[in-house]
DNA sequence: CTCTACCATTTGTCTGACAAATTAGGGAAT
DNA sequence: ATTCCCTAATTTGTCAGACAAATGGTAGAG
């Protein structure tokens, strides 16, 4: 393979120079916070129109790599990037292989499950009485029966967020972002009709008790029997969209 | 909160119209491989002129979810978002999160030990004879003293990557992604010196063998002993560079 | 010394134009 | 009649110049 004829320039400028300062940030010969030429500047460098550049700077900003500011001070920056920031693209790319289906919801709940167990039993030796706040107190909403279904989906993925934080690991924190943040809300939306919202937090509750006593072994088991009782409502709703009777299940399109 | 005042429209025509766009893709307005109209369409749509609305597209095309092509018959497509986009996104994701110092080094360890030991036990249920082979021949090259290090890396990604596989859950495989294809090169990068090649694919060939007779607490047990050699070497290689009498391991800068 | 008004700088957006790519269709040659 | 090539049309890619909006600094007035 001698042939290289100046790198293949057919790909659009703008990618190309997208990708250099996106090399450049990942390796670190730019700082976070540090400041780069202006617009005009980098236009003249690369030799390209500032539209250009613009285009190559949207793509940075769009993975939330860049920040700008205008004004005297302003510019564009390097963004320092921030966890939240990595869960939301993560949640984004979930929820669109999801909505392609590319992932079935047996997939969903089983890796769910296993990943939890994990957070189980390392939140049980490290969790922190402010994590076990945050569950008590999202247990204390989810008891009200004047919560609307959509705030118990989130109040549900706020507390196996939290579930998965006390387990004390940033990386699993962001491994498990994209099931939990994305997938787990899939589910939610198919199946919620028929789950019993009081069985649910009677077992976030045991689940919470177990974490407090630091019993690792309950607290899986006890979140083993909740994704059993989860994906039996799951085949119970599954067999109900095969044979539609009656039409409990609101459609997903409106 | 009576308050709207028509929606702030101080954010950035070119964010609002992606997002717009990027909506309509998530919640299925806009099918796979549709063409949406042309860029001087959307400007009279959206009122705005053709660069807002290509500055617009690029956002979308960074994420891979649009698709541009010219001529009569181009136009910009919708993507169908592949797994292996998504994980190129999320490995990218992983990797500025690691050379930021977001996660320490004993995070990702035990996050992908956690991880695998899960894959263990389905992959003994699941593994087909083809990603058994794939793991031999991985097995088979590591063997080969003529490797280059970075290569022998490469390949001991692989062989991970192909026992989440065997898992046979995408969903997990998904969430596996960020540690595997870009936590396990940092961590190699640091301490690939340490190593022991033969050693690494002894152990390898051990989990091949559980994997090969449907054994899950074997394999469970292989890796374990696996990640734990892993661990000591990297305390090993923690320990000489906060006291680094002599230069054995190159700076990462070059 | 403080506050205000102006100004310079930088990004955001617009207008208009041309270049490049790619397909459709017509015309010519076999 | 069929096949090949060439031209034209359409659409994105890039360029150039300009003005608007925001923002921080600075000079001047009180």
Redesign the interface.
């Given at each position: 393979m001698a042939i290289d004829y100046q790198g293949l320039v057919t790909q659009g400028l703008?990618r190309q120079i997208?990708e250099k300062i996106r090399d450049a940030?990942?390796e670190?010969r730019l700082q976070?916070h540090e400041r780069l030429p202006t617009e005009e500047e980098l236009a003249a460098r690369f030799s390209v129109s500032r539209?250009t550049i613009?285009?190559a700077l949207?793509?940075?900003?769009?993975?939330n790599?860049i920040r700008s500011r205008r004004g005297p001070t302003g510019g564009t920056f390097v963004n320092?990037?921030s966890?939240d920031d990595?869960r939301g693209?993560?949640a984004?790319?979930?929820?669109?292989?999801v909505?392609?289906g590319?992932?079935t919801l047996a997939?969903?709940a089983?890796?769910?499950q296993?990943?939890e167990?994990?957070c189980c039993g390392?939140a049980a030796q490290r969790r922190t009485d402010e994590q076990l706040a945050a569950m008590a107190e999202e247990i204390r909403l989810q008891r009200d029966p004047a919560l609307l279904d959509a705030d118990f989906c989130a109040s549900d993925v706020r507390f196996h967020r939290t579930l998965v934080e006390a387990a004390g690991?940033?990386?699993?924190e962001?491994?498990?972002a994209?099931?939990l943040d994305s997938?787990q809300p899939a589910v939610n939306l198919v199946i919620f009709r028929f789950r019993d919202r009081r069985q649910v937090a009677l077992q976030h509750e045991r689940l919470h008790r177990a974490l407090e006593a630091r019993n690792g072994e309950a607290a899986c088991a006890a979140l083993t029997d909740y994704m059993n009782a989860l994906r039996r409502q799951y085949r119970k709703a599954q067999a109900l969209r095969a044979a539609p009777v009656a039409p409990a299940v609101g459609g997903v399109?409106g």
């Open positions: 703008a997208s940030i990942l670190g976070v539209p613009r285009e949207k793509r940075l900003a769009a993975q790599l320092r990037p966890r990595a693209l993560v984004t790319a979930a929820a669109l292989l909505s392609m590319e992932f997939d969903i089983e890796a769910r296993q990943i167990i994990v390392l690991n940033p990386a699993l962001f491994a498990a994209g099931v997938l399109r």
